[in-house]
C-alpha cells in the first residue's frame, strides 16, 4: 500500500465498560489500563497503545468515552506530569513530554449509564459531528503483518473508497460468540462483499447463514475492533435507544452497523494483522507474551 493523508480527523474510543470478564482486577483497575509491555520494554496502559494507533495513522483528535468517576484517572495518565517526575531518569522525563503532548489531542467524554458498547459509541454524537471518524474498541491492540499499521490500512481503504469500511479477521467456530460476524464473499485483496452482521452467533448459525465462499469449513470472519463510519450510524444508534431496542440486555453496535451497509455501503477488509482481545483473561495473559515480539 502506497502512502496517502487521510482525511479522517476524529477517532473514538470507549472505556466506559465495567470489564465483568477481568473481575476481580476491575474492581479496581479499568481493564483499559492493564499494562502491555511492548517492543521497547516499557510497560503501557493498553489505552496508550490504542491512542498511539490511532495518533500515527494521522488522526488529529481523539476522544475517549468514560464513566464520569473514571475522568480523574485518565487524565492523571495522559494529561499531569506524575508527583515523581523529578525521580525519574531523563529518558523517563522525556517520555513524560511525549505523553502530555499526546494527551493534548484527547478530549474525555462521558457515559452516563453503562448500558452497552452502541451507546457509548452514541455519546460521542456531538464531539464527532457529522465528519466520517475512526472508531476503535477500548480493549483491543494490534499487530499489524506489513509496514503499514493495522489503523493505517482501514484509513487507506476509506480514503480509496469513501464508504464506511469495518476491517475483520479470520475466526475459528469456537469463537463465533464472542464476536460480531460477518458473511458475504471472498473478492480480490482482502476485500469482501457484505451481506450481514450478526452479534456473537452460535455456531450452528454461522454454519448456516455466515459461511463465506472460498474459507475453510468452520473458519469465519469476525469483526477486528477498527471502524470508519460515517455520522449516520449515530442516527441508527439513536433509533435503537429511543425504543429501547435492547440485545442481551444492551445497546449493541452490530445491527446499526447492519442497517449502515444496508443504506451506504461498507467495505470489509480483511486486515494484514493480529488483534488482541485483552478484555478476556487469557487473552490478556497470551498478549502479554506475544505483543513484545510482533
Ligand atoms: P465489551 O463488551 O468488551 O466491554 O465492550 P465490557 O462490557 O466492559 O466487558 P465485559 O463484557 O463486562 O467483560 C467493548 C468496549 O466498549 C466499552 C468497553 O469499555 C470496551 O472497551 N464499553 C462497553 C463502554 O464504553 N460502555 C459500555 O456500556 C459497554
Redesign the pocket.
Known amino acids: 500500500m502506497k502512502e496517502f493523508t487521510t482525511k479522517v480527523k476524529k477517532a473514538v474510543?470507549?472505556?466506559?465498560?465495567?470489564?465483568?470478564?477481568?473481575f476481580p482486577a476491575t474492581k479496581v483497575v479499568k481493564?483499559?489500563l492493564f499494562p502491555i509491555i511492548d517492543k521497547d520494554g516499557r510497560a503501557k496502559p493498553i489505552i496508550l497503545i490504542i491512542v498511539e494507533e490511532a495518533i500515527n495513522s494521522g488522526i488529529e483528535e481523539v476522544g475517549i468515552?468514560v464513566q464520569k468517576n473514571d475522568i480523574p484517572v485518565f487524565r492523571d495518565f495522559f494529561q499531569v506530569l506524575p508527583s515523581y517526575y523529578e525521580k525519574l531518569s531523563p529518558d523517563k522525563q522525556e517520555y513524560c513530554q511525549y505523553l502530555q503532548n499526546l494527551g493534548s489531542k484527547v478530549t474525555f467524554l462521558t457515559?452516563s449509564?453503562?448500558?452497552?458498547?452502541g451507546?457509548?459509541v452514541f455519546c460521542a454524537k456531538d464531539w464527532v459531528g457529522d465528519q466520517p471518524f475512526l472508531l476503535l474498541?477500548?480493549?483491543h491492540i494490534y499487530a499489524s503483518e506489513v509496514k503499514q499499521s493495522c489503523t493505517n490500512q482501514i484509513l487507506q481503504i476509506y480514503a480509496q473508497t469513501n464508504q464506511n469500511v469495518i476491517g475483520v479477521r479470520i475466526i475459528s467456530g469456537t469463537e463465533t460468540h464472542h464476536y460480531g460476524c460477518i458473511g458475504g464473499n471472498l473478492v480480490a485483496d482482502g476485500l469482501i462483499n457484505i451481506d450481514a452482521i450478526y452479534e456473537k452467533p452460535y455456531l450452528n448459525f454461522a454454519r448456516e447463514k455466515l459461511h463465506v465462499a472460498g474459507m475453510k469449513e468452520d473458519e469465519f470472519l469476525a469483526v477486528f475492533g477498527i471502524y470508519v463510519l460515517t455520522a449516520k450510524i449515530f442516527d441508527y444508534l439513536e433509533e435503537n435507544i429511543k425504543q429501547n431496542a435492547r440485545e442481551k440486555g444492551?445497546f449493541q453496535l452490530t445491527s446499526c452497523l447492519d442497517k449502515l451497509q444496508k443504506t451506504e455501503g461498507m467495505t470489509t477488509y480483511l486486515v494484514k494483522g493480529k488483534c488482541f482481545?485483552t478484555?478476556m483473561p487469557d487473552v490478556y495473559w497470551q498478549t502479554m507474551i506475544d505483543y513484545k515480539f510482533h
Do not use: C, N, S, W
Open positions: 474510543i470507549p472505556v466506559a465498560g465495567f470489564g465483568t470478564r477481568m481493564k483499559e468515552v457515559q449509564e453503562q448500558v452497552g458498547y451507546h457509548a474498541l477500548g480493549d444492551e482481545d478484555g
